[in-house]
């Protein structure tokens, strides 16, 4: 699977930025995509994640209520609309594809990830 992001950038805290990612090579859409952000010295933090055939989505607490994660109709590109956006919630933000069990927010990590974007908030 490969996963392709783009839509980071800086914007000031308050702001808005829209995440997109598609993934290619596969036979068939991942059963769980999602997004994961690190930022320097801090450990991977999943931020949410989406089951492609039944749209059921999970965020981390830090970003619930701010953050949507989205799918197309084909369930091979991911969105992740970040509103009111704070200094903390800067880092590169990589996409991640994984199985039924999507691992995800476990320490485990996603089976596929993609090579990030970086998002900066001032």
């Known amino acids: 699977v490969q996963l392709v992001e783009s839509g980071g950038g800086s914007v000031q805290a308050g702001g808005s930025l829209r995440l997109t990612c598609t993934a290619s090579?596969?036979?068939?859409?991942?059963?769980?995509m999602g997004w994961f952000r690190q930022a320097p010295g801090k450990e991977r933090e999943g931020v949410a994640r989406?089951?492609?055939?039944?749209?059921?989505?999970y965020y981390a607490d830090s970003v619930k209520g701010r953050f949507t994660i989205s799918q197309n109709s084909a369930r091979n590109t991911v969105y992740l609309q970040m509103n009111s956006l704070q200094p903390e919630d800067s880092a590169v933000y990589h996409c991640?594809?994984?199985?039924?069990?999507?691992?995800?927010?476990?320490?485990?990590?996603?089976?596929?990830g993609g090579q990030g974007t970086q998002v900066t908030v001032s």
């Open positions: 989406i089951y492609t055939r039944g749209g059921s989505t």
């Open positions: 991640a594809a994984d199985g039924g069990s999507c691992h995800l927010f476990t320490s485990q990590g996603p089976r596929f």
């Open positions: 090579e596969v036979t068939a859409s991942p059963d769980c």
